[in-house]
């Protein structure tokens, strides 16, 4: 029995190795576009995959996943309910850099707590 490619259609080789292939994007070759060593194209704040040329265009990134029941991608440690998953891509600030305080000084920390101890020790009952 016969090879049949499934790119041609002709019998006696593989879609691989097809000879009437012609150039398409999903060949791996370089598209020109992105950077020809890392296959990424910069969209200014960020970069992303060559949807044209890059070898692992269309997967995943192994820190998301699809959630089975709304097909949303989120992280892969996401275990919210639908429509409360994390939003994939955006930076969540824990504390609001604008409102930070200065760091104080160990001098004035150091003094602090000697004022503690002594409030503490004053407060106490002899016996």
């Known amino acids: 029995m016969a090879v049949k490619c499934y790119e041609c259609g002709d019998e006696g080789h593989v879609a691989k190795a097809c000879p009437n ?5 999903a060949s791996g070759t ?6 020809e060593r890392t296959r990424l ?4 704040d960020k970069v992303k995959r060559c949807p044209d040329c890059h070898p692992l265009r269309g997967q995943l990134l192994k820190q998301h996943r699809k959630c ?4 949303e991608i989120v992280y892969e440690w996401d275990q919210a309910p639908c429509g409360r998953h994390t939003e994939v891509g955006k930076q969540w ?7 930070r305080e200065k760091p104080r000084d160990e001098d004035t920390l150091r003094a602090l707590a ?5 409030e503490s020790r004053a407060s106490r009952e002899i016996i």
Do not use: F, M, N
């Not at 600030?93 to 409102?99: C, F, G, L, T």
């Open 21 to 25: 292939a012609i150039y398409t994007p």
């Open 30 to 35: 370089w598209c020109g576009y992105c950077d």
């Open 41 to 44: 194209v910069d969209l200014g």
């Open 68 to 71: 089975p029941s709304c097909r």
């Open 93 to 99: 600030e824990h504390a609001d850099v604008a409102k």
């Open 114 to 118: 000697l004022a503690q101890v002594a």
